[in-house]
């Protein structure tokens, strides 16, 4: 452990100058640390200043975009379900079609094929 303290010391030692480079890539990334805060405080009172805008709208019209809003997600629910089971049953035909034709079905690393003795 004692070699390794003195060496990591000896890198501190060596490192101990700040560097041209460092200086300028420190000032660099404050200037665009300080713009992306500001960026983001903009955005903020931006959303701010839109969600008090648009409250009186959304209740004013609340009696309609509800029932629109479950409707909508229960179609999409019904199209991602029937969308999946069909991808589902496509592969379980297609997994039965190269089963029953004779075709390898694809090699899983690590995982051994059963011997044709335990099939039959």
């Known amino acids: ?26 000032i660099f990334a404050t200037q665009a640390a300080i713009f992306l805060l500001l960026l983001a405080g903009l955005s903020l009172s931006g959303a701010a200043v839109a969600m008090v805008a648009s409250t009186p709208l959304f209740l004013v019209f609340s009696p309609i975009l509800v029932p629109a809003c479950i409707t909508t997600g229960l179609v999409v629910t019904g199209l991602a379900a029937g969308g999946g089971s069909g991808i589902s049953g496509l592969t379980i035909l297609l997994w039965l079609y190269k089963r029953f034709t004779g075709k390898d079905p694809p ?12 099939a039959s």
């Open 107 to 118: 090699k899983i690393p690590g995982v051994k094929p059963p011997s044709v003795d335990a």
């Open 1 to 26: 452990m004692g070699i390794l303290k003195k060496k990591k010391a000896e890198k501190l030692k060596q490192k101990s100058k700040p560097t041209f480079k460092g200086f300028l890539t420190a």
